[in-house]
C-alpha cells in the first residue's frame, strides 16, 4: 500500500482505540499493534521517514488494513497479547521461550497424589507452577516428602473401597511416610490439611506451616506424646533452615512482580523476579526478537503480559526500571529510586545482564546448536549477499599463523550444510616459503590443497575465504589459476578486524549486515580456523619442533626464554636491548651472555 493509496482510506479509520491487523498481498497477518487512537497511529506508519530496515519492509507489505474497535485502552492491551500469541505475526516481537516447564500437580481425585508433570491437561487437577528449573520441583518435593506424609500410591482410594477393606498399609506407612488412608486410617480433612500445608511451601509462605507444626507439637506435648513431638520439633527445625536458606528480601515488600531489560541491536532480554511473601520464589530470563523500531517500554509491556500470565502471577504491583503504559484495572507500576524496592530491581539487572553475556560466550563456543533449518536458512542468506550461483553447501577457510614473527604454519577448516566438518579440517608445514611471506605461504597453501583434492578426485567447496586483505586474496588466486580452477569455485579475502569481504579484482569491499546470518556464519568459520591454527602452531612448540633462538644460546634455558618473551614480547625486541636493561629482566650474569651473543651475531653479519 503507497502513501497515495492510504490517503484515500484515512479518514475513515476510526479515532477510539482499539487494534489494528496488517495483511500481505497473500492474506498472512503480518502485524498487530494497539492504539489509543487508531487513525493516528496507523497513519504515522504512513507519513513517518522510518530508518530502520525492518519497519521500512513492513510498510512496503501492507495491502489490507482491519481494525477492531474497543472500550478501552486496557481491552485493545489484552487482545493485542491474545492475537499475537494466537498468530504469531512476523513483525511482532517473538519471546523465543518454548520449553515445556514442569509443574507440581495435585491430581483431581481421592486423597490426591502430588507430583511432577510437564502436562498441563484440562482434567480438573489443580497445576502449581510453572518452575524454570526441573531439579528446584525435585528439591522442593523431597523436602515436602520429608515433612508433610503424603501417599504416591496409585490406588483408587473411594470411599466405598476403603469401607470394603480392598486395601492393606504398605512400607511406607510403616516409614511414616503415609498416614494410611487406604485402610480408612486417615480422614479426608487431615489430607487436606497437609495439601493446604503444600500450597503454602510452594508459595514460599513458610510461617503458617511452622505455626502449624508447632501447635500439633504443643498438642503432642501436652498429651505426653514425646517421641511425636521430637518428630515435629525436628520437622519444625528442618522448615526453619530451609527458610534461612530462601532469599528474604523484605519485610516491606510482600508481592510483587520485577522486571528489568537489556538491549542489544534488534534482540532484548527481559528478567523476571516474583516475590510472595517477601520471598523471590520464580526466576526466569526471555531472549526477545523484536522487528520493528520497538522502544524499551513497548517490549518491557508485551512482555511483562506474557511472562504475568505464564507463570500464573496475581500480583498487584510490577517494578520496573521506566516508566511503562501497562493499562490494567488494579495494577501499580512502580519505579523505585531506593530502598528494598531498588535492590530488588538491581538484582534483576544483574540476572539478565548475566544472562545476556552467558548467551554471547555460549554462541562465541558454539554451544548453542543451531537447528538445521537455521543452518540452511543461513546458507541461504549467505549466497543470496555474495550473489553465489549455488548454495555453498562446502565452505573452507584459510589463516597463517606464526609466533613471535618466527615459524609460519598454515591451517584450514571446513564447514559442510553450516557445521564444522572436523574431520576434513587440515593444517600445513609450510615447505617452500623461508622466512616470514603470507602472500608466498598462502599461495603455496592453497595450490597443495586442491591439487591434492583434483588428484583424488574428490568434489571442491563452492566458496573459499581467505583469512587476509587483498594480498593474500591475490596470492591465493594465482594458485587457482595455475590449478585451472577459475570459475569452479568463488575465492573471497576476509580482511582481518574489520570484517570487510574483497572478491578478486574488486577495488571496493562490501559489508555484510553486522547481525545477519551470513556474517555469524563467517565469523564461526574464521574463529574456527583460528583457534585450529594456534592449537596446531602451540602443540608444535610444546613438542619441541621449533626451537628459539634463545634457546640456542649457551647458558640460556627455556624459563629465561619464556620470561624474556612473555615481557619483550619477541626475540627482534630482545636484540634492541642494552645490558643493563636486560639485566633488569633475568640478571647480570644472563644478561651479559645474551648480550654477547647478539653482540658478536651483528659483528659477523657486518
Known sequence: M?????????STIPLEPGIYKYFNERGDLIYVGKAKSLRKRVSSYFIKTFTNYKTHELVQRIHTIEFTIVNSEQDAFLLENSLIKQYQPRYNINLKDDKSYPFIIIKNEPFPRIFLTRKKIDDGSEYLGPFTSVGKV???LYFIRDNIPLRNCKLNLTQNNIQKGKFKVCLEYHLGNCKGPCEGLQTPEDYQEGLLQIKNILKGNLSPVIRHFKGEMKTAADH????KAEILRKKIEHLENYQSRSVIVSKHVTQADVFS???????AYVNYLMVFSGTIVQTHTTEIETHLEESN??????????LREKFNSSAAEIIVPLHIEFPQDGIVISVPKGGDKKKLLELSEKNVAYFREELKRKRTLLLTEKSEKEKKDALIQLQSDLQLNQLPTQIECFDNSNFQGS??????????????SKKDYRHFNVKTVKGINDFATMKEVVFRRYKRLLDENQPLPQLVIIDGGKGQLSAAMESIAGLGLNGKLTVIGLAKNEEEIFFPGDTESIKLPYNGESLKLIRRIRDAVHHFGITFHRNKRSKGTFVNELEKIRGIGKSTTDLL????HSVNNIKLL???????AVGKAKAKIIWKHFADQHLQNN
Open 138 to 140: 525435585r528439591e522442593l
Open 565 to 568: 618473551l612473555k615481557q619483550f
Open 407 to 420: 615459524y609460519p604454519v598454515s591451517a584450514m577448516v571446513s564447514f559442510k550444510n553450516g557445521s564444522e
Open 224 to 227: 505426653m506424646e514425646f517421641e
Open 297 to 306: 517500554e513497548e517490549i518491557l509491556a508485551i512482555s511483562i503480559a506474557q
Open 578 to 584: 642494552n645490558e643493563e636493561q636486560l639485566a633488569g
Open 2 to 10: 503507497t502513501q497515495t493509496e492510504f490517503q484515500k482510506i484515512s
Open 261 to 267: 531489560i537489556a538491549r542489544d541491536g534488534d534482540t
